[in-house]
């Protein structure tokens, strides 16, 4: 049950980033925007991963460190688009 909830919830922040990406940029603060979205998924993946102790075959881990690196890219993104301006 608890590894459900875990899929869920990387699979609805996942599908609302990828929404995003796909959708019109306007300026970085839509990037911003999505910014704040992906540190609300990376909170609720570290809440799933302490539900079920860590102990997810390390898919969890995984998971959240590729949306670290989103929110990492996210930031370059924003900066870069604030120099544009």
């Not at 922040?13 to 999505?34: K, N, P, R, T, Y």
């Not at 998971?63 to 670290?68: G, K, S, V």
């Amino acid at each position: 049950m608890k590894k459900a909830i875990v899929v869920a919830v990387v699979s609805v922040c996942l599908s609302f980033v990828a929404g995003i990406a796909v959708g019109q940029v306007h300026d970085w603060h839509d990037l911003q925007a999505v910014h704040d979205h992906v540190g609300q998924c990376i909170g609720e993946m570290e809440r799933a991963r302490a539900a079920n102790h860590y102990d997810m075959a390390g898919h969890g881990a995984k998971a959240e460190d590729h949306l670290r690196a989103a929110q990492h890219e996210l930031d370059e993104a924003i900066r870069a688009a604030r120099e544009a301006h």
